[in-house]
């Protein structure tokens, strides 16, 4: 025999062994699980269960005896009282009238809209008494038939012995009325009054025991009730159980083999399906069939089972029948799967099926010319590919339609939006967007319009901060110039008018002082002229920042004491290098600080804090404003801002603008924060790097 033959066939025949496994594997799991669940009522919550008393059939067989009890004694009674009407509750009664009412509101002509729903109701209990009268009596006719099945059930129940003394009425099978005999029964439950015993114990661990309790709940501190199950009621129940136990018990380990079977014999067809010695994959007429068609014939399979299955149960109930009908669907079934799980192995899944083959060259026929057009070429393209479409897509015409009537729909509201856009911009409402979304020629469209808008707007509101700053800016320099030059005008007409040598002096030193003063303002407004057009020589250097900081500190510690001002320093252990100008860096800070110094509360606190964060360090300087800080952080930057709007301090408004510039200056930022009377400046330098 030739080798190569004789490896075909072993291999070929291995594989139809496991294939066979597998199947057959499958087929077993699913058929006893299905005969299990649905034939044998889900016999597998048995083998869960140490015994029958923590079973679910314990509570299910046995507590039916506790709510016929109550309904005996606490709802139903007796017959004369059922018949009285004495068993239908009130909120019954309730619910009947309303729903009887509600019909006649619905369908009576007495009902009389222009009436409140009081007067209706009493029309309506007036007109339908006798139906009223009638439904009470079905329903007293359906309790005296409950109850008389409740007797019946009660009377008929073998091995259950009962003595019930609830609110008054007492019920029994039994000729023991005391407690101490139910205590001989094998299984027993008492409740007498709020007492209760139950044996044995275990049966409180039952996770459904509270099917006895819930029946009892309502039991008074002088009611009893007794229960004793005889060997006659629980042998025969506990032998079926135990039947079931093992039975259950037996399945599980065959589904679990089943399982292990299946999961190991299924990687070994996923792994030598279609190999061969030279790596390629072997096709054959299955895998030629479209993977998409492939998953549709599955579900149809598994739809297929669902409903043979749902039949069978309806009509025969046969472990053969089903493990017949597994069997012959699970084999086409993993067929088509192994068929599926070697396109993936070739990695043509998507690619190899229909709908890629016919969205494909449809999507890029259409590319092709879509992309080498202009919107002229793109409109002809679709007024002349539509019908196109159409014809081909004939057999399915109404959803070809339906989609190219949505489009239409889309592009003529999309061109709505744009035109009602432009008509809102054209009127000056420079804040409206056009909403237009995707990316075919109106959303671009509508995009450009839009970022025509914004920068519009922009522009506007940049010009109406900027003409309110510099009105702000031509007020404050107005008053902080006009202040000096009115007291040197004061004094100049006091000098002259004045004889007295010693108040000639004072004036004089006043005159003295508020030329300083205007000579302090147009310093710094010439200083922060400079810095802002950036016409100040820098020189980038190596500079330790704690050194600089603890440095100035203690120049300026006498005007530290005299304000009374506790400076805290927070920074790292080891040194802190930065990119900047020694001199420019300092100015900033000084104006920092104469700032802080200036408006800061006195006996406060002023904390320092500085942090590395990689590529560069942050200084943060935080205090408390000695004025009411109602103002935003944008406004407190602009030029001549002052913290006090009465403007009484020294400061000429120009000490936090200088500074910003400075610090950008040196590739720095710098800005503040307000959090009502905290004032937080943070400053960003760039690290030394070596």
């Known amino acids: 025999m030739d080798i190569r033959w004789k490896k075909f066939s072993y291999s070929s025949v291995t594989k139809i062994i496991v294939f066979i496994i597998a199947i057959l594997s499958f087929t077993t799991g699913i058929t006893i699980f ?35 009890l109550r309904d005996i004694t606490q709802k139903y009674l007796s017959e004369e009282h059922i018949l009285s009407g004495g068993a239908i509750k009130d909120d019954d009664l309730i619910q009947l009238k309303e729903n009887l009412f509600s019909e006649f509101r619905n369908n009576s002509r007495s009902y009389n809209p222009n009436l409140t729903e009081q007067e209706n109701y009493k029309i309506f209990i007036e007109e339908d008494a006798d139906r009223i009268l009638a439904e009470k009596d079905k329903m007293i006719q359906e309790q005296l038939r409950a109850f008389r099945e409740t007797l019946h059930r009660l009377e008929n129940q073998k091995g259950v012995f009962y003595y019930a003394h609830i609110w008054g009425n007492e019920v029994t099978n ?8 139910f205590l001989s029964f094998p299984v027993y439950i008492i409740f007498d009054g709020v007492e209760e015993e139950v044996f044995p114990e275990e049966i409180k661990a039952n996770n459904y025991y509270y099917w006895f309790t819930s029946n009892i709940k309502d039991l008074g501190t002088n009611d009893v009730l007794y229960v004793g199950f005889s060997d006659e009621f629980l042998d025969p129940r506990i032998d079926e159980w135990q039947e079931n136990h093992i039975l259950a018990v037996n399945n599980l380990k065959k589904i679990a083999v089943s399982i292990v079977l299946l999961i190991i014999s299924f990687v070994y067809l996923v792994v030598v399906t279609g190999s061969k010695e030279d790596g390629a994959i072997l096709v054959n007429f299955v895998d030629r069939i479209y993977n998409d068609i492939k998953l549709i014939m599955c579900l149809i399979l598994i739809f297929l089972w669902f409903i043979l299955i749902m039949n069978l149960m309806n009509y025969v109930k046969t472990f053969q029948m089903v493990f017949f009908i597994t069997f012959l669907i699970g084999a086409l079934g993993l067929v088509l799967v192994l068929s599926l799980m070697k396109s993936i192995k070739r990695r043509n899944f998507i690619k190899h099926s229909l709908i890629f083959l016919v969205f494909y060259r449809i999507f890029y026929f259409f590319k092709d010319i879509y992309d080498s057009g202009s919107t002229a070429v793109k409109v002809t393209l679709i007024v002349v590919g539509y019908p196109l479409l159409v014809a081909a897509t004939f057999f399915i015409f109404p959803v070809t339609i339906g989609m190219a009537v949505w489009l239409a729909h889309k592009k003529v509201k ?4 744009i035109k009602k856009g432009v008509q809102k911009v054209k009127e000056g409402d420079f804040r409206y967007s056009i909403n237009v979304a995707g990316k075919g020629e109106f959303a671009n469209l509508a995009s450009d319009i839009n970022s025509i808008t914004d920068g519009l707007n922009h522009a506007v509101a940049n010009e109406l901060k900027s003409e309110r ?12 110039i006009r202040t000096p030059l009115t007291s040197i005008i004061t004094y100049v007409d006091l000098l002259k008018k004045e004889k007295d040598e010693t108040k000639v002096v004072e004036y004089i030193e006043i005159l003295e002082q508020k030329p300083q003063r205007l000579k302090v303002l147009t310093d710094d407004l010439f200083e922060a002229s400079k810095a802002t057009s950036g016409d100040i020589p820098i020189h980038l250097e190596k500079i330790e920042l704690i050194s600089l900081l603890t440095q100035g500190l203690g120049e300026i510690d006498d005007k530290i004491r005299e304000c009374n001002l506790d400076f805290k320093l927070n920074y790292p252990e080891e040194k802190v290098y930065i990119k900047a100008d020694g001199k420019l860096l300092w100015r900033a800070v000084e104006n920092l600080f104469s700032n802080i110094l200036k408006y800061t509360r006195a006996g406060s606190r002023v904390y320092i804090e500085i942090l590395d964060q990689g590529s560069e360090i942050m200084l943060t300087v935080k205090n408390i404003s000695a004025y009411e800080l109602n103002i935003s952080a944008e406004e407190l930057m602009a030029r001549f801002t002052r913290g006090d709007e009465s403007r009484s301090s020294q400061g000429s408004g120009l000490g936090l603008s200088i500074a910003k510039s400075l610090i950008e200056l040196q590739k720095g930022s710098f800005r503040i924060e307000i959090d009502g009377d905290l004032f937080k400046a943070v400053i960003q330098i760039p690290k030394w790097q070596e």
């Open 414 to 417: 999309e061109f709505n939006a």
């Open 34 to 68: 299905i005969n299990s669940i649905v034939f044998h009522d889900n016999e597998f919550e048995a083998a869960f269960q140490e015994n029958y008393f923590l079973s679910m059939d314990f509570p299910a067989e046995s507590s039916g005896v506790l709510q016929d």
């Open 174 to 181: 039994s000729p023991y009325k005391g407690r101490d005999d």
């Open 469 to 480: 700053f510099k009105t702000e800016l031509i007020t404050n320099v107005s008053h902080d």
